[in-house]
């Protein structure tokens, strides 16, 4: 029996699928989906780089309330029910599922991908993706590592299967439905369904979600929302960040090679991505500000939701038309200085990325232990809010982890197990803003780029490890005195703030408070010493 029959006999058996009906076409190559994407799908076009310019319909980004965890007995005294995971019960799972499945059996041809999450083999599942849409299998075809075709001849049967029929909508009067779309996972069938959203991006942090769970469930494996590169001595650091914090501009370094941009998992043995691509946001690219990102659009390349000129089919980056979230999937093979396959060794340092627009918390702090756990599970950064007009005041964001929609288990449980790595490891931590500094949003400035590299530079070349510290009050935080490259008055934010004293220690009392408040939602679960490394008023 050939592989291509033996797949089609698994979703026979597994879901009902119809191949007497339906033309299943597995493992297509990078030319065949295009052919499919243009001849079938609506907002097709091929951009004057040669990417494939898709559309992904009413939703151009993730729908995390419309996410659900199966409630089931074999994962469900694990997971972290609450703000981020919302159960469903397994009878509406299959409910799902089968419309999902019907839908896709009115199709004339489905598409069907093979690959694996995870670059380590000890470590990495098989995970098939099933889908109506052409572009879908070549997004994840982008996302997941590709197998050769000897890994293809004893792949056997998936780890992990997504049926995607996003284009059909969910019943809204379903048990637990809240809208006509459902992104919903359960860890017993080892399945994903996603109705009523084509948006590619819940394929992605699907399977984030799933490794979130399996990792450190299963194989005692820290799972993080980071990105990773080495340097030329072997030496790893690993970059943790909310959007607009830096972390694929500051890990994307000409010096260094990329281990990852976005989805990491650290083992006995080091570090792993687990994504065999990038998904890089495209809203004002350009080849002088980001030319890894943008040479690495050609053929291949996944275009989402982007404008462009209708004759040239030359993309317009700054457009955003459609959504601020234009996108680019692409094989991380794409990036020049990329280190193929995606492993390294046990990082040197962790660089917690933080965008404070409030001007209060230093440019660069080294962190104790359990200052790296608190400042993990709370996970802050200030969005700026000058989206309307008139209005100048920065809001305060928390995302355990800098990375809550996708945990699955409580913050505590990742917190305790990367701070039980660092100190085997003997790993250095800092907290880099790379906010505002001498006021707020409106009266400071922006730090400059240049300065946030600066720092970056002097924590790989071990200058920052044998700085001289001063003490930051009310955070605690070790701040140097002097470092090359950056001007020394900028370090500590009391020393540079243009307002009134008083206005300053208001403004830090305030940040204090807005920590305090958001960490006792974890307080339960973590000890009285991490509890105490966060600020004190």
Excluded at 143 to 155: F, V
Excluded at 474 to 491: A, H
Aim: charged share 25%.
């Amino acid at each position: 029996m050939s592989t291509h029959t033996r797949v089609e006999e698994e979703l026979h058996d597994n879901a009902h699928i119809d191949y007497d009906r339906v033309t299943i076409q597995w493992q297509p190559s990078v030319p065949q989906l295009y052919e499919e994407a243009l001849k079938h799908e609506t907002g097709s076009a091929i951009s004057s780089t040669g990417a494939l310019i898709t559309a992904s319909g009413n939703k151009t980004g993730r729908s995390p309330k419309d996410k659900r965890l199966v409630d089931e007995p074999t994962s469900s005294s694990d997971i972290w029910w609450g703000p981020v995971n919302t159960k469903l019960p397994e009878h509406v799972f299959l409910i799902n599922r089968e419309r999902a499945v019907d839908y896709l059996n009115t199709r004339s041809h489905i598409y069907v991908f093979d690959g694996y999450a995870g670059w380590d083999p000890k470590y990495r599942i098989k995970v098939r993706v099933v889908a109506a849409r052409a572009y879908h299998v070549l997004f994840m075809r982008n996302m997941l590592i590709r197998p050769t075709e000897k890994e293809l001849e004893t792949y056997g049967s998936p780890d992990f299967t997504i049926y995607n029929a996003g284009a059909f909508p969910a019943n809204r009067y379903t048990t637990g439905m809240t809208s006509t779309t459902s992104v919903s996972i359960n860890f017993h069938m080892r399945e994903m369904v996603i109705l009523g959203t084509e948006y590619a991006g819940e394929m992605k942090k699907g399977i984030f979600t799933v490794m979130h769970y399996y990792m450190p469930v299963k194989h005692k494996v820290l799972s993080l929302h980071s990105s990773a590169n080495e340097g030329p001595n072997g030496d790893v650091s690993v970059f943790f960040g909310l959007s607009g914090t830096g972390k694929t501009t500051l890990s994307a370094d000409p010096k260094r090679y990329l281990i990852g941009d976005d989805e990491h998992c650290w083992s006995d043995d080091g570090i792993f991505n687990i994504e065999g691509g990038c998904y890089a946001k495209c809203i004002n690219l350009s080849a002088e500000k980001e030319p890894e990102i943008f040479n690495a659009i050609r053929f291949g390349s996944v275009l989402e939701n982007v404008v462009y000129d209708e004759k040239s089919r030359v993309v317009n980056y700054d457009d955003s038309t459609v959504t601020e979230n234009t996108r680019c999937a692409y094989p991380i093979e794409f990036i020049p200085n990329a280190k193929i396959p995606c492993t390294a060794g046990h990082p040197k340092n962790l660089i917690l990325l933080t965008c404070d627009a409030y001007g209060i918390l230093p440019p660069v702090s080294k962190l104790s232990s359990e200052q790296a756990m608190y400042h993990f599970i709370s996970g802050y950064t200030a969005k700026i809010a000058g989206t309307e007009e008139g209005v100048t005041e920065p809001e305060a964001t928390f995302s355990a982890c800098f990375g809550q929609p996708f945990l699955v288990l409580h913050p505590a449980r990742y917190a305790r197990m990367l701070a039980d790595k660092m100190e085997h490891h003997k790993v250095d931590a800092w907290l880099v803003n790379t906010g505002w500094n001498g006021g707020a949003y409106g009266v400071g400035e922006r730090i400059k780029l240049k300065y946030s590299r600066a720092i970056i530079d002097a924590i790989h070349s071990g200058e920052l490890a044998n700085a001289e510290f001063e003490n930051y009050d009310v955070f605690n935080l070790k701040v140097p005195k002097s470092l090359t490259g950056v001007p020394s008055e900028i370090l500590n934010p009391a020393k540079v703030w243009k307002g009134p004293e008083a206005e300053f220690i208001e403004s830090r009392k305030k940040l204090a408070q807005r920590f305090i408040h958001n960490f006792r939602n974890y307080e339960d679960q973590t000890t009285a010493e991490v509890i105490a490394a966060g600020p004190v008023l």
